[in-house]
């Protein structure tokens, strides 16, 4: 027999339909919130996703975290206002049920789900929502989302209208403004405010945070980290989603994330069962695969061209305090175009998308890649090599060689430079061996050097203690604001000499001025036509040294319900909430 205060506690819990127990309170706050339903397939309840990550986050805190790995796993723990579908690329309501934009195109309205929570179960409104934009647009924190909340060179006007109603001002019309609210991640003021008001939001939501000091509004939430080996999310239970059957999403109870120190090494890890998906693979892992895939419970898929590409760039900074005499001397030739015009001519893109990717890359004219069918600039030549060419323009220069002798600079000194390339990317590794043989070719002395990949990011936005490097970049939004802060030259993530408080060169000037200006025009074809002459700008004057754009390639053990992956990042987790197990251990909806 139960005892009677037990019966009572029972008498006021149940069980939700994924199986877990809830107060009553709970379970009338879900009844009363304005979930979204997906249209995914209906799945089970249970058990863990793992995946592997090429180094180990840096930060859980959204609005500094720059680095792939962190941002990753960030993603998976937070929400935002509107969100762009990365099936369907269009624009979609999310923590806003619904928007409306002013016939001038300078105020948007959006409102707000009732009744949401974050993740540690606190209110979601419309402060919250205020709050945030505060955060991301206070030029202090230096958040990297800043440079894509300004519209017409000043920050949006955030206010209140009530509980769940946000009002956006912009000082002039923006085209395709309601995709800027896409991956600004909504902070819980009830956690942040505190640090936020003594300057120390940067420093806060580490790796070393107590999980309870740590919300969000995504489908999982953090867990634990383990120096070295694991970050492990949780199912949050108040998450804003169900499914065609009215239960609550997520449907996996975990998310872990493996850091694995090469690509090589992740795909023994996705063999042997220790993970569950694998993506960002070179094309002879992915062939390898491929071919067993039938006997071993793979499902491999080559998406074709999707938004990453790799270049190469050369550190135009001012010398750090702590360089040596032949910094300033190298950072002269760097800041020739014509230099990094010759370097250009004489790298065999054909032979990095033969050789490297096993012809499941396309070689680059400029940084807009081909799977980007809608904003590529089809004008640009495709790049050939030529090293009479580069040749040429090196002795236009004033550089000179001798027979087989270096290349030297017009003052008789030997160009001689290394490059950084993460340690961790077998394929960045083997593009930096060609690009040294193809530039040995004209006489110069370069250095491959490997480097931890957040040591490598730290020289490059930070110390600028670096030559050149090698990167990749990719996109989560196929439109041109997506890579606001790549192109303004005060962008945080303006590489090859970022954060400029003014634009160094004429070059960069008129891209600041043509970016910001297609921002506001809502007539498409001119918006196309301001970006088609940045394409042409960039490939002119060459910062970086575009190289190829892979094909997306990715894989996942069979079962894996909702597996629909897609050409824009992330490739695989975009609907995380919706992926299932369907067979194996699971919880049985009750």
Not at 132 to 144: A, C, H, N, P, T
Not at 320 to 349: E, H, K
Not at 549 to 574: E, I, K, M, T, Y
Request: aromatic letters at 8%; one cysteine or more; charged letters at 25%.
């Amino acid at each position: 027999m139960v005892p009677r205060a037990l019966a009572l506690i029972v008498a006021w819990c149940l069980l939700d339909p994924s199986g877990l127990v809830w107060t009553h309170a709970a379970a009338q706050q879900v009844r009363e919130a304005e979930l979204l339903t997906t249209s995914g397939e209906p799945g089970r309840f249970g058990g863990q996703l793992t995946l592997t990550q090429r180094a180990e986050p840096r930060t859980l805190n959204p609005v500094i975290a720059v680095d792939s790995p962190s941002r990753e796993i960030i993603r998976q723990t937070v929400g935002d206002l509107l969100h762009i579908n990365r099936e369907t690329q269009l624009v979609e309501p999310a923590l806003a049920r619904s928007w409306t934009v002013s016939p001038d195109g300078r105020r948007l309205v959006v409102t707000l789900r009732k009744g949401l929570r974050f993740s540690d179960g606190d209110a979601f409104d419309a402060d919250d929502v205020v709050f945030s934009f505060q955060v991301y647009l206070d030029e202090k924190i230096g958040s990297f989302q800043r440079e894509l909340l300004h519209v017409g060179g000043r920050p949006i006007g955030v206010r209140k209208i009530d509980e769940y109603t946000v009002q956006f001002e912009l000082a002039e019309a923006k085209a395709g403004a309601e995709r800027m609210f896409d991956t600004v991640a909504m902070l819980p003021k009830h956690l942040l405010e505190a640090a936020y008001a003594k300057g120390q939001l940067a420093e806060t939501w580490g790796l070393s945070t107590d999980p309870a000091r740590v919300a969000g509004l995504g489908p999982f939430r953090f867990k634990e980290y383990v120096t070295g080996q694991r970050v492990v999310l949780e199912r949050n239970p108040h998450y804003w989603k169900r499914d065609s059957k009215a239960r609550v999403l997520p449907y996996l109870d975990r998310l872990v994330f493996l850091p694995v120190a090469n690509e090589d090494a992740q795909v023994l890890r996705f063999r042997a069962g220790e993970a569950d998906a694998i993506a960002r693979m070179n094309a002879e892992n992915f062939d390898a695969l491929a071919r067993e895939q039938a006997g071993r419970g793979y499902v491999m898929r080559d998406l074709g061209a999707g938004l990453d590409y790799t270049f190469l760039f050369f550190n135009q900074n001012d010398p750090p305090a702590t360089a040596g005499v032949d910094m300033p001397r190298r950072l002269r030739w760097f800041r020739d175009t014509t230099f990094r015009q010759a370097v250009s001519a004489a790298v065999d893109r054909e032979a990095i998308a033969r050789l490297v990717y096993r012809g499941r890359a396309v070689p680059l004219a400029g940084h807009v890649p081909p799977g980007n069918k809608r904003w590529i600039n089809a004008s640009l030549p495709a790049p050939v090599r030529s090293t009479a060419r580069a040749e040429t323009l090196l002795r236009k220069a004033g550089f000179r060689r001798t027979g087989d002798e270096p290349l030297v600079d017009p003052d008789g000194t030997v160009v001689e430079f290394s490059i950084l390339v993460a340690s961790s990317n077998t394929v960045l590794r083997q593009i930096a061996t060609v690009i040294q043989d193809d530039l040995a070719a004209l006489g110069m002395r370069v250095h491959v050097v490997p480097f931890e990949f957040r040591a490598m990011i730290d020289r490059i936005l930070n110390t600028h203690d670096y030559e050149a490097a090698i990167l990749a970049l990719g996109g989560g939004d196929a439109d041109p604001n997506a890579e606001l802060n790549v192109w303004l030259s005060s962008g945080p993530q303006h590489l090859w000499r970022p954060a400029q408080p003014h634009p160094a060169t004429a070059w960069e000037a008129e891209i600041d001025r043509l970016m910001r200006a297609q921002v506001g025009m809502l007539d498409v074809g001119a918006r196309k036509r301001a970006y088609d002459r940045v394409q042409a700008i960039v490939a002119e004057e060459v910062p970086m040294v575009f190289l190829v754009s892979p094909n997306v390639l990715v894989g996942a053990r069979a079962g894996l319900g909702n597996f629909r992956p897609v050409v824009l990042d992330h490739h695989l987790l975009w609907n995380v909430e919706e992926l299932f197990w369907r067979t194996g251990p699971a919880r049985s909806p009750q």
